[in-house]
T-cell receptor
Framework: DSGVTQTPKHLITATGQRVTLRCSPRSGDLSVYWYQQSLDQGLQFLIQYYNGEERAKGNILERFSAQQFPDLHSELNLSSLELGDSALYFC????????????????FGAGSRLTVL | GENVEQHPSTLSVQEGDSAVIKCTYSDSASNYFPWYKQELGKGPQLIIDIRSNVGEKKDQRIAVTLNKTAKHFSLHITETQPEDSAVYFCAASKKAAGNKLTFGGGTRVLVKP
C-alpha cells in the first residue's frame, strides 16, 4: 500500500456522461498530481495541485477539470466522455511542489480504470 | 519541451540473465532521472533514481548509469527473477520547469523461469 488512495478502482460509463475520480494523498504530502495512462500513450501528465492551488498543467483536455480541497484530497472531473477517454487514471502525491528528488519524489496510487462504452 | 525515448518496448529474458533498458532525453538541462516499476494492477513505484551530478548508482541487483554528454541513461537489472517481470518507466525532469516529470513510453519486461 503506497498510502495514496484512489476511488473508484473501476468505472464503466457511457459516452457523453460525466464522472468524478477521487484521490487522497499520503499523509503529510501537499502536492497531488493526475496522470492518464492509455495503452499507446504511456504516462501523460494532466495537472498538479500544491496545497490547494493549481501548480502545473499538462495535456489536460478542456472537458477535464480538477481541484484540491482544504483537506488536500483531490478530484478529477471528466465530462462529455468519449471512447478515447478510456484509460487508467493515476493520482500521485509528494511533499514538495515539484516532481524531482527528495521531498518531490512522487508516490503513485493504484489507479482508477475508466471504461467508456 | 522535454522528450524521453525508451527502448526496447518489450524485453524477454531468461531467469538469472541481465536486463538493460535504455532511455534518451532531449533537454540537456534535465537533472533528475527516476525509474519506476509498475506491476500488474498497481501504480508505478520508484525503484531507483539518479541526479545529474552522479554517473552511476547501485541498489542491490539494480543499477542506473547516466551519460550526460550523450543524454542517455540506462537501467540494469542483474540476476533477474520472475518477480522482476513488470513494466518499467524512465523519466526526466529539470528544476527550471518546476521539476515536471516527463516519462518514457515504458518497457514490458518478462522474466522466463
Amino acid at each position: 500500500d503506497s498510502g495514496v488512495t484512489q476511488t473508484p478502482k473501476h468505472l464503466i460509463t457511457a459516452t457523453g456522461q460525466r464522472v468524478t475520480l477521487r484521490c487522497s494523498p499520503r499523509s503529510g504530502d501537499l502536492s497531488v498530481y493526475w496522470y492518464q495512462q492509455s495503452l499507446d500513450q504511456g504516462l501523460q501528465f494532466l495537472i498538479q495541485y500544491y496545497n490547494g492551488e493549481e501548480r502545473a498543467k499538462g495535456n489536460i483536455l478542456e472537458r477535464f477539470s480538477a481541484q484540491q480541497f482544504p483537506d488536500l484530497h483531490s478530484e478529477l472531473n471528466l465530462s462529455s466522455l468519449e471512447l478515447g477517454d478510456s484509460a487508467l487514471y493515476f493520482c500521485a502525491s509528494s511533499v514538495g511542489p515539484g516532481q524531482g528528488f527528495g521531498a518531490n519524489v512522487l508516490t503513485f496510487g493504484a489507479g482508477s480504470r475508466l471504461t467508456v462504452l | 519541451g522535454e522528450n524521453v525515448e525508451q527502448h526496447p518496448s518489450t524485453l524477454s529474458v531468461q531467469e538469472g540473465d541481465s536486463a538493460v533498458i535504455k532511455c534518451t532525453y532531449s533537454d540537456s538541462a534535465s537533472n533528475y532521472f527516476p525509474w519506476y516499476k509498475q506491476e500488474l494492477g498497481k501504480g508505478p513505484q520508484l525503484i531507483i533514481d539518479i541526479r545529474s551530478n552522479v554517473g552511476e548508482k547501485k541498489d542491490q541487483r539494480i543499477a542506473v548509469t547516466l551519460n550526460k554528454t550523450a543524454k542517455h541513461f540506462s537501467l540494469h537489472i542483474t540476476e533477474t527473477q520472475p518477480e522482476d517481470s513488470a513494466v518499467y518507466f524512465c523519466a526526466a525532469s529539470k528544476k527550471a520547469a518546476g521539476n515536471k516529470l516527463t516519462f518514457g513510453g515504458g518497457t514490458r519486461v518478462l522474466v522466463k523461469p
